[in-house]
């Protein structure tokens, strides 16, 4: 492996990867946790010397994570596996949030009406997740959605799951299967559950399938928009998987 490879280059030798060079990625991607983790530290530092702490709120979440060839495969949005969905989500807010930990299951869906009702808008839109638990009392777990979907060139994929504390069940339609694993007990999903609890499995399929009906309202189709960036800035779009074409 060659340390000026794209990822794009990375990804075509998913196959073969291991040993030494799978940890060198993995030292690399930790190193970046690093780099992000110091500096976050910086900023609150910053902000607690500034006169802007008392009204400031710190979200600090990720979009996905990244696979090693955990389940078979390399980088994000082919899958719906614990090391893709396990995100960190974090606020920060000295004047409103007594520092602790959350145990409750919660969603990057829910920061937005947590944002909306800290400061309460005078026509709140509708949301499809929910304020997060700011305090452990009085919060109940609720079946958490999630999907993926999107059309290469050679077929297009689609992957949907539902979580139920303490099970995950997902659905492959393009590998025609389906899943199901205890995350509390087995949270690096080796062990699919789905012949042998196959009554917690028909449950969730059946709720997963209504839950697309529910979310309905708030699906959105995808909209072109003209962007000022140039070569260069495209360029490293495309290095890092964001533009499959030219």
Do not use: C
Request: proline residues 7%.
């Amino acid at each position: 492996m060659r340390s000026n490879m794209d990822w794009k280059s990375i990804q075509a030798q998913t196959p073969s990867l291991g040993g030494d060079d799978l940890r060198y990625l993995k030292d690399l991607y930790d190193e970046e946790v690093d780099f992000t983790d110091l500096f976050i530290k910086k900023l609150i530092d910053a902000l607690k010397r500034s006169p802007f702490a008392g009204n400031t709120l710190l979200i600090i979440t990720a979009d996905h994570g990244e696979e090693f060839k955990d389940h078979g495969q390399m980088g994000h949005g082919n899958s719906l596996y614990q090391e893709l969905l396990h995100v960190p989500l974090l606020l920060w807010a000295p004047k409103r949030i007594t520092p602790g930990r959350i145990s409750t299951w919660v969603s990057t869906y829910d920061i937005a009406p947590t944002l909306a009702g800290m400061e309460p808008l005078a026509a709140a839109p509708q949301y499809a997740g929910r304020a997060l638990p700011l305090t452990e009392e009085g919060e109940t777990e609720r079946d958490l959605f999630l999907s993926v979907q999107y059309k290469p060139k050679v077929a297009p994929q689609r992957i949907e799951a539902i979580v139920r504390r303490p099970y995950k069940f997902i659905r492959d339609f393009k590998a025609s299967r389906a899943q199901l694993f205890n995350i509390e007990n087995d949270p690096l999903e080796r062990d699919n559950l789905i012949s042998t609890q196959p009554d917690v499995a028909t449950s969730l399929r059946e709720r997963l399938e209504r839950s697309f009906t529910d979310l309905a309202p708030f699906n959105t189709e995808p909209q072109q928009v003209d962007h000022p960036w140039g070569d260069v800035e495209l360029n490293r779009l495309r290095s890092i998987g964001y533009f499959a074409g030219k």
